[in-house]
């Protein structure tokens, strides 16, 4: 039975760090875009106009290298053997590969790197269709994209389905682009990252993030506590380190459990501290007009 089960990468051998495949359409893609966005950077300094702050370059980049570790590193290499490191390719590509990829901000980066005639133009051609405009803004409405990014996450962990990314290399794949894509829009009102001027609201945010955590937290409680292999796919195969299949179980929905659960957390305390200081703000403001009209 063992023998006959499909090796989608190829198997790990070595140090678990030496573990790394090339993987064509996906080195294309990470390459391409980092080739774009530093000609938007030279384009930038080249007509003398002002950089972005270092941080959204390095924010960008970092997350390239974590869609390079999830896609073809070890991450990559371990999931046909372990759960754990499917759970982690996923956790990475939703919580750190979206984000920090939109902190980057290459859309408005590509656009302020284009001259203005050619801008608009693109904007004209992109944008006119009234349609057009109406679906991005229900696509990215708050509901939409919570709805969208947690169907994602419950779908994907039923069993069946899971099984069949597992057995499947185009099932796999668009199991990371499902994950992958509903990750950007989830993290796109909440970041804002072309700016629209009109960022999702700190509470707004939270109340997303909140559901998202609930949703993750739970299936990782229930992968945790099951006293059974919930995938038989990991029953099936040859661990590595020693590791039995439900130990291995164990272990990923506590990542997904605990380890998700915190990332998630750290996001909400980060968007209350936002909140707490636009309410001061808004409150310095009041201050500021009734002195005025007092005056």
Same mark, same amino acid.
């Not at 080739?35 to 702050?53: D, F, M, N, Q, T």
């Not at 290298?65 to 371990?78: E, F, N, R, V």
């Given at each position: 039975m063992v023998s006959l089960l499909p090796l989608l990468h190829g198997g790990a051998t070595g140090p678990f760090w +030496? &573990? *790394? =495949? *090339?993987? $064509? #359409?996906? !080195?294309? &893609? !990470?390459?391409? /875009? /980092? !080739?774009?966005?530093?000609? +938007?950077?030279? =384009?930038?300094?080249? @007509?003398?106009? #002002? @950089? $972005? #702050?270092? *941080?959204?370059? /390095?924010?960008?980049? +970092?997350?390239? /290298? =974590? +869609?390079?570790?999830? !896609?073809?590193? #070890?991450?990559?290499?371990?999931?046909?053997?372990l759960l754990t490191m499917h759970m982690l390719q996923h956790l990475v590509l939703i919580q750190i590969t979206a984000p920090l990829i939109l902190l980057g901000r290459p859309v408005q980066l590509v656009l302020r790197g284009l001259p203005a005639e050619r801008v608009g133009a693109v904007l004209r051609v992109v944008l006119r269709p009234p349609w057009v405009r109406a679906g991005l803004t229900v696509l990215t409405a708050p509901l939409t994209v919570t709805m969208l990014a947690n169907a994602s996450i419950v779908f994907w962990h039923f069993p069946r389905f899971y099984e069949a990314a597992l057995y499947s290399t185009a099932v796999h794949d668009l199991e990371h682009l499902s994950f992958f894509g509903t990750a950007l829009l989830f993290w796109w009102p909440i970041i804002d990252p072309v700016p629209r001027h009109h960022k999702l609201p700190a509470l707004w945010a939270i109340a997303a993030v909140f559901a998202t955590m609930v949703v993750s937290m739970s299936i990782g409680a229930i992968i945790t506590l099951a006293d059974r292999v919930i995938y038989p796919f990991y029953a099936s195969v040859s661990m590595p380190w020693g590791m039995t299949a439900l130990t291995d179980q164990q272990v990923a929905g506590l990542i997904m459990w605990v380890g998700g659960g915190f990332a998630y957390m750290g996001v909400i305390l980060t968007l209350l501290v936002r909140w707490l200081r636009e309410e001061e703000h808004r409150q310095a403001t009041l201050v500021e007009r009734h002195a005025r009209h007092a005056l």
């Open positions: +030496a &573990a *790394w =495949s *090339w993987n $064509p #359409p996906v !080195l294309v &893609a !990470l390459l391409g /875009a /980092a !080739l774009v966005y530093s000609a +938007a950077l030279r =384009s930038l300094i080249l @007509r003398g106009r #002002p @950089r $972005p #702050p270092l *941080w959204q370059a /390095a924010s960008f980049y +970092a997350g390239l /290298a =974590s +869609a390079a570790l999830a !896609l073809m590193g #070890p991450l990559d290499l371990y999931n046909d053997e």
